[in-house]
């Protein structure tokens, strides 16, 4: 049976799943961790992960005691499927479908069916993760109706009731930093700026305000500009 206030938290180590992470820490009474290894270009933000538990850690004891393990899944399939802007050393532009290069195809549908079963594994009755259709890159798999097809799946695939929350879902990137503001103060923005990384190229060489990243990709210019709406309305 899952424990009620349970939460398995998809954790890339970027802005928004360490945004999510703090909401699961500040609602439920035992919060895991899922991350996956798929090859990405970005392959830095993975080591941002362990940086940003042991600094989540560091920042707040109470959610310290609350946050157990850590699964960090090794997924090379995606890359063996072939190219995308993600995964391999191909320019970032828009597809004649009008997807970007980025997109890697059931990469989403994939991660979630991964952390249905450890959820279901672990006892853990309810699934957060950062998808996003407000500020998005447009991928077809952050979208709600999506997420809402996926939890039918599982708990009928699997036979079980487990919950996909997706509290970014109808937030701006703005609202994604002041929501980070609410759960864990200045501090808790402070360490998403310093130790998240979002830059699809996986720069990490610049400090921007918004924090590390090319400065130009996709990634970087939604979080550059929120971060910009988030200063001006504070
Ligand atoms: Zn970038």
Known sequence: MAQ?????????GGQDSTTCLAWALSRFERVETIGFDY????????SCRSVVLERLRALRPDWAGKLGGDALLSMDVFRQ???????????????EN????????????????LAGAQAY????????TGVCETDFSGYPDCRDDTMKALQVALNLGMQTRLVIDTPLMWRTKAQT?????????????ELILEHTHTCYRGERGERHTWGYGCGDCPACLLRAKGYAEYLRDE
Request: no cysteine; proline share 3%; hydrophobic share 50%.
């Open 4 to 12: 009620e206030n349970s939460a398995l938290v998809v954790f890339s």
């Open 39 to 46: 090859g990405q270009r970005h392959a830095v933000e993975l």
């Open 81 to 95: 499927l072939g190219e995308t802007a993600l995964t391999h050393d191909v320019a970032i532009s828009m597809n």
């Open 98 to 113: 009008g997807l970007p290069s980025t997109f890697v195809p059931g990469r989403n549908l994939v991660f979630l069916t």
């Open 121 to 128: 594994r672990r006892g853990i009755k309810r699934i957060v």
């Open 177 to 189: 930093w002041k929501l980070a503001l609410k759960l864990g103060g200045a501090a808790l923005v």
